[in-house]
């Protein structure tokens, strides 16, 4: 559900809930993200992309130069980068 106002973060292939969650959203979160290592998540909501410590879950850097709300998000083989969208 895309009007979640909090982002849970799940093991891969287990779908249990790790020890944090993710703060909550001023807006619905309409995406999320995670780099290729695991070691951030980066989500969007609004016009906002959050960037959390994959292994805390704190926030590292808030990016806040978007228009419209992001409606898409993807992480650089690399990890060096973060691609967003919106329309």
């Known amino acids: 559900d895309l009007s979640i106002d ?8 287990k779908f249990k809930q790790l020890s944090f969650k ?9 995406t ?11 989500s969007g909501s609004g016009q906002t992309i959050h960037i959390y410590d994959a292994r805390t879950g704190l926030e590292k850097l808030k990016l806040q130069k978007h228009s419209e709300g992001i409606s898409a998000l993807c992480v650089s083989d690399k990890n060096n980068y973060v691609i967003s969208g919106s329309w």
């Open 6 to 13: 909090m982002t849970r973060v799940y093991k891969e292939n």
């Open 32 to 42: 999320v993200c995670m780099s290729k290592a695991n070691n951030f998540i980066a």
């Open 22 to 30: 993710l703060p909550k959203h001023s807006n619905r979160v309409s």
